[in-house]
């Protein structure tokens, strides 16, 4: 213990009073700094430096020549990427089949890529064209496309690899994801035909525009909900999952009656909808058609902000599963070697559809081929018109029965368009109707079509019998011409037309009898010339007055009748070079005509069916052979010409007397001459 003690004396005597030149100072600090290693000897892939000393220079930092010491942390190589391909079954992605080529990184080392380990997918596609490959890869939201979006490229696979390398490539597209909120208008309407008392009428459609209006050209869907007001519907939406209605989904819009009052319409009250389906992704800008590379590249779009043009000699087929709308024009013409188009999901065309000089066209198929089970009554819409024309392959238009032109039709010069199908959902067309040079045609296509604000022209269909097919026709805003029909051999297929501005049936060699327009009860011209079998002109038992009625060149025409109805024709009665026509007996309830021409009728022998006839402003008979007598007794004014010429067998004096006693216009305008000198049926 004394030791211990001992120690610790001395320790604390040279703590106090210090021993001969021996000091003790404080420690000095240790000092570490970290710095950027490049890869090299030390770290392969790069890293950093760790060094340690003491900071004898008491700076406060570790300078290099107080570095005592160097450890390295360096980075590890990153997880391998790997690749993995799939076959791709024929769908969505690829039309016709393919690869998926997936890719990401080997997270758990295993030395393949597992499904959980998948960051992008890109398609390489098969096409129709064995020689065009397709690749196709969705993006996220970047510069081209705010909500991200799908590229297609395509191209010929020039070196027959099997991959689609960036210099084959021919086409490229972008199409952008364009998500827009659907909206709903409803609005009162007068009774359509479909329903019994006033109606609403429900339009949907999505507001492409973003300006939360629904114009009319974002309208997608119509229903219509009968014999109720519009205080008591309610609409309400939910989304729609892929399927037949919309093959990538969309939006149904419920409608129905709110019959327990609660402001809310319930499933057990909904009683009718309509379908919005998803148009993305979109394609703004005009795209032309002209090989397979750029039909392929079209693959997955669904909706394109312009037109779309088919044309060129390379295409043979055309088949888009995904494209629903066209917000422009549609157009496929002067193709070589096209044979088949089929766009099965076509819904909405905003412009025309033209299908015009295409040599071997044989199918058409425009939206569905069948109808769905249940669904909108007018869901594919053409907001402009239909031309098909100048196809001399194409046989039907049975591929296009859903599509609803809004402006005109036009169906010209088709050679080999025999039996057209039915185009069941068009009921009003504010533009004209033309079926026109198809000369195979045996039958019109259009048995639900009611109003036609323009003209309706049937001319020259050599094989057309009848004009079944316009039978529920009730309204022509222009003219209604029928002519050069070489087998046409009646009018039936007329029976609901009420009002036509100008009824003109020509050069119909086969044509018998104008029978079959029983409900025509408003017509401003009826004209029947050169058809050279008819016998009969009439049958119109609701028809009261006209302005003109003109018969003219029917080489065998019998007889006028079946008009009890008609009291006038407020410009001109015309009836020339009808060399059978013996009996005017449809006439007879005539009382004014401004203008009464009779010229040239060989068989006419009396006018006495026109005994009722009141007043006439000009009266001419000219040139009729066998005219023997006028037996006008109840014409009491005839006011500014009358003109009685060369007709041989009627007495001059009849003529005479007939002036007498009705004519008040200027002396000049009466003519009298070349007729019969006999003055007996006067002397009697």
């Given amino acids: 213990m004394r030791g211990i003690w001992g120690t610790w004396a001395v320790v604390c005597a040279l703590v106090i009073s210090g021993c001969d030149g021996i000091s003790i100072s404080p420690a000095h600090a240790s000092r570490a700094r970290t710095l950027d290693e ?73 030395g393949q890529l597992d499904a959980a380990e998948v960051t992008a997918t890109e398609y390489l596609c098969a096409s129709r064209t064995p020689e065009v490959l397709v690749r196709s890869r969705s993006f996220g939201p970047d510069a081209r496309c705010a909500n991200g979006g799908q590229e297609t490229s395509a191209g010929m696979d020039t070196n027959a690899d099997g991959q689609l390398a960036e210099s084959e490539v021919t ?52 229903t219509t909900l009968c014999d109720t007001s519009l205080n008591r519907v309610l609409a309400r939406t939910r989304p729609e999952p892929p399927g037949e209605l919309c093959a990538i989904g969309g939006t149904r819009v419920l409608v129905g009656e709110d019959r327990d009052g609660n402001g809310q319409l319930e499933d057990t009250e909904a009683s009718a909808f309509a379908m919005v389906c998803e148009a993305a992704p979109t394609l703004d800008g005009t795209y032309v058609v002209r090989g397979p590379a750029d039909l392929a590249a079209l693959q997955g779009v669904a909706r394109i902000v312009g037109g779309l043009e088919f044309v060129g000699k390379e295409l043979t087929e055309v088949k888009l599963p995904a494209l629903m709308t066209v917000e422009g024009t549609l157009s496929i013409e ?40 249940q669904g909108p009554k007018s869901d594919w819409w053409v907001h402009g018109g239909l031309y098909v024309e100048n196809n001399p392959s194409l046989a039907s238009l049975g591929g296009m029965s859903f599509i609803v032109p809004r402006l005109s039709i036009s169906v010209r010069n088709n050679a080999n368009l025999r ?42 269909n050599s094989a057309l019998p009848d004009l079944t097919g316009l039978d529920a026709l009730s309204h022509v805003g222009g003219a209604l011409n029928v002519r050069n029909n070489v087998h046409l051999r009646s009018l039936v297929g007329l029976g609901a037309l009420d009002s036509v501005e100008v009824l003109q049936v020509y050069s119909n060699p086969e044509l018998k009898t104008t029978q ?51 009291q006038a024709i407020n410009e001109r009665l015309f009836l020339f070079n009808n060399p ?65 010429e060369n007709n041989p067998k009627l007495p001059t004096c009849l003529a005479t007397t007939l002036a007498v006693r009705t004519y008040a216009g200027a002396p000049e305008q009466l003519y009298i001459s070349g007729n019969s000198d006999d003055a007996t049926a006067c002397a009697k």
């Fill in 334 to 373: 002067d193709t070589l070697h096209l044979e088949r188009v089929q766009l099965p999901a076509l819904r909405l065309v905003q412009g025309d559809i033209t299908v015009r000089h295409n040599t071997r066209l044989e199918s058409l198929e425009l939206g569905p081929q069948r109808a769905p089970e």
């Fill in 38 to 110: 490049p890869p090299g000897e030390n770290c392969p892939l790069g890293g950093q430096a760790v060094q340690t000393g003491l900071d004898t220079d008491k700076s406060g930092q570790l300078d290099d020549t107080e570095v005592t010491s160097t450890t390295y942390v360096c980075a590890t190589p990153p997880p391998p990427a790997r690749t993995r391909v799939l076959p791709e079954p024929a769908g969505a992605h690829c039309e016709w089949g393919g690869q998926a080529v997936q890719t990401g990184l080997d997270l758990d080392g295993n």
């Fill in 419 to 460: 039996v057209p199908g039915a185009l069941n959902r068009v009921e009003n067309l504010q533009g004209e109707l033309v079926l026109q040079d198809n000369p195979v045609l045996q039958g019109i296509p259009f048995p639900q079509l009611q109003t036609v604000r323009a003209n309706v022209t049937v001319w020259n």
């Fill in 516 to 566: 079959g327009l029983t409900s025509l009860s408003h017509a401003r011209s009826l004209e029947f010339s050169a058809n050279g079998s008819l016998e009969f002109v009439g049958d119109f038992p609701s028809l009261q007055s006209l302005d003109t009625l003109y018969v003219s060149g029917n080489a065998t025409l019998v007889s006028i009748t079946g008009l009890p109805r008609l």
């Fill in 580 to 644: 059978f026509l013996e009996g005017l007996k449809g006439l007879g309830g005539l009382k004014y005509v401004r203008a009464l021409q009779v010229t040239s009728n060989a068989s006419l022998t009396t006018l006495e069916p026109l005994r009722t006839l009141r007043e006439v402003e000009e009266l001419t008979l000219f040139g009729n052979l066998n005219l023997l007598r006028l037996d006008l007794g109840g014409v009491v004014r005839v006011s500014t010409t009358l003109s009685v």
């Fill in 171 to 222: 086409r490229t597209t972008v199409a952008c994801l364009t998500p827009a909120p659907v909206l709903v208008r409803m609005s009162g309407t007068a009774s359509p035909v479909s329903c019994v008392r006033d109606a609403v009428q429900v339009e949907a459609g999505p507001d492409t525009n973003a300006n939360q209006v629904l114009d009319p050209t974002e309208v997608r869907a119509v």
